[in-house]
Each structure stands twice: as structure tokens, then as C-alpha cells.
């Protein structure tokens, strides 16, 4: 028989927050991938986990899935655990768990501490639907263009982000997005200094720049999305309205799309009539 493959959230910060299964699985399984070895080492240690442990990261998970998925083919359970927090959330895991799903292996979610989900519903910001960007990237430029395509996007944003960036990133998203957009920055969470400061994104980088300390750490930036009120669709409206149009007069697209969207039907209407006219 195969074993399993156990994906194993671990602590974001606070160790108390370690499940009682998933430290029944670690110390369980034959083997634990992990990011950093010295640093799974030392949360391992502290909770008496003595299972060995293989490294695997961005840089050699290729390498490393024949080795890992032929010891649970042939008979061993194994764990993958990230850094900190649930594994393939903007960390490596992910050809591991595909590579295993197409041989017919078992993947268990081992479910537990999240990041993205401890500064979502700490934000006061909609949670009904939401988007999760990860890391900008880096340069300046490319960080700009990817916040102005977002700049229309109706769901609350999620994204990672760098201290020693945190400045020029708010004064980006505040010049994307409108120094008025409600956003939350989530740092350090569940660790000694966690820090949750609901505010406009004007207010806030106000309140980064002014204070280093909230440049430290790990940070999670919680922005709202833009309101109906400021006049465009996102991607997923306007394709369901155009799909409408092929079928449907205008009117009855727009009301029909209203209905399943819950944007405004005026709303819908206008755009709807702006393309007919672009077209003639």
C-alpha cells in the first residue's frame, strides 16, 4: 500500500497555535519536507518533533519529488510543512502536490494557521469575496501596473509585502487606488508586537512613515475593493453582460446581469450602451 502526503499548517508566530493533530502528524509520518531545515529545526525542537526532516524549496522541489513521492509509493507517510502558516500560500509545495495527485496518491490537508486568512477577517473589511495577490513585485514600475489593473477590482485585496518596501508600496496603492480607500495593515500577527491599523490608505501611509517600527516585520496588506459608485465593471461583470448582449436586447442584458451580479442596473445599462457606441 501507498502512503499518504500530509500537508501540515504550522504557526505563524504564536507556537500555542499548533493544532494537537498537526503535531500528531509530524511526529508520525517517516519524513517532513520543509523550507529551512535550521528553521523548522528550531519550532520542532521546541515541540518535541523528532522526525527527520528533507529540504524543499523553490530551488529544488523539482529535484526533490521523485525522491519524496517514492517513499510514500512505497508505503511511507510524509509531511510537507512551509516556513510558517499554511504551505503552497505563496510558498513552495505546489508541483509536489500535483505530481502526487496525478499518481494517485493521497493528499491530506492538515488545516490550521494562515496569514492571509488571520489578517482578512481581522481587517473589517468584506470577506465575502476576496483576491489574493501575494508578493507585488519588486521594481517600482512593474509594481505600479499590476495596482493600476487592480485599481477596478470589486473584491477585497490581499497581499504580501516587504518592510523594507512598505512605504513605497502604500504610496503606490494610495496613487492607484485613491488616497480614500479603505485598507488594513496587518503586521506581526500573532507574535508579540502584532500590530492591525484599519485606516484609509492616506491615513495609513501617513501612520507607516511616521513610525518605523510598523516597517518591521512580517506584514499583511488588506485593501477594499473599489465601490460600484466609481463607475466600471470588473473582469467577470463585463464578460457575463457581453455574454447577455448576444443573446439579449440591451435592457434585458443589463437587468438580467444585475440579477446576477448584484451590480447596478444602471450601471450595467450605461456600459453596455457606451460599447454600442464605441461600435458605431
Known amino acids: 500500500m501507498t502512503g499518504k502526503l500530509y500537508i501540515v499548517a504550522t504557526p505563524i508566530g504564536n507556537p ?4 494537537e493533530r498537526a503535531l500528531t502528524v509530524l511526529r508520525e509520518v517517516k ?3 520543509v523550507e529551512d531545515t535550521r528553521h523548522s529545526g528550531r519550532l520542532f525542537n521546541a515541540c518535541s518533533i523528532n522526525t527527520p526532516m528533507l529540504s524543499c524549496h523553490d530551488y529544488n522541489e523539482t529535484e526533490r519529488i521523485e525522491l519524496l ?3 510514500v509509493a512505497a508505503g511511507d507517510d510524509i509531511a510537507l510543512v512551509s516556513d510558517a502558516g499554511t504551505p503552497l500560500v505563496s510558498d513552495p509545495g ?10 494517485g496518491i ?3 490537508p492538515v488545516p490550521g494557521p494562515s496569514a492571509v486568512i488571520a489578517a482578512l477577517c481581522s481587517a473589517g473589511l468584506p470577506t465575502d469575496r476576496f483576491v489574493f495577490e501575494g508578493f507585488l513585485p519588486a521594481k517600482a514600475g512593474a509594481r505600479q501596473a499590476r495596482l493600476q489593473e487592480l485599481a477596478k477590482e470589486r473584491r477585497t485585496l490581499v497581499f504580501y509585502e516587504a518592510p523594507h518596501r512598505i512605504v513605497e508600496c502604500l504610496a503606490d496603492m494610495e496613487a492607484c487606488f485613491g488616497s480614500e480607500r479603505a485598507a488594513t495593515l496587518a503586521r506581526e500577527l500573532t507574535k508579540t508586537y502584532e500590530t492591525i491599523i484599519p485606516a484609509t490608505l492616506g491615513k495609513l501611509i501617513e ?5 518605523e517600527n510598523q516597517q518591521k516585520g512580517e506584514i499583511v496588506l488588506v485593501v477594499g475593493g473599489c465601490a ?3 463607475g466600471a465593471l470588473d473582469a467577470d461583470a463585463e464578460k457575463t453582460l457581453k455574454i447577455l448582449l448576444e443573446e439579449l436586447p440591451l435592457r434585458q442584458a443589463a437587468s438580467l446581469a444585475a440579477k446576477i451580479t448584484g451590480l447596478k442596473k444602471n450601471l450595467l445599462y450605461d456600459t453596455a450602451l457606451s460599447w454600442q457606441e ?3
Open 16 to 19: 500555542a497555535d499548533f493544532s
Open 31 to 33: 519524513l517532513v519536507a
Open 69 to 71: 513521492l517514492g517513499k
Open 94 to 103: 505546489f508541483q509536489l502536490v500535483r505530481q502526487a495527485h496525478a499518481r
Open 106 to 108: 493521497t493528499v491530506v
Open 207 to 211: 501612520r507607516v512613515r511616521s513610525d
Open 228 to 230: 460600484a459608485s466609481e
Open 278 to 280: 464605441i461600435k458605431d
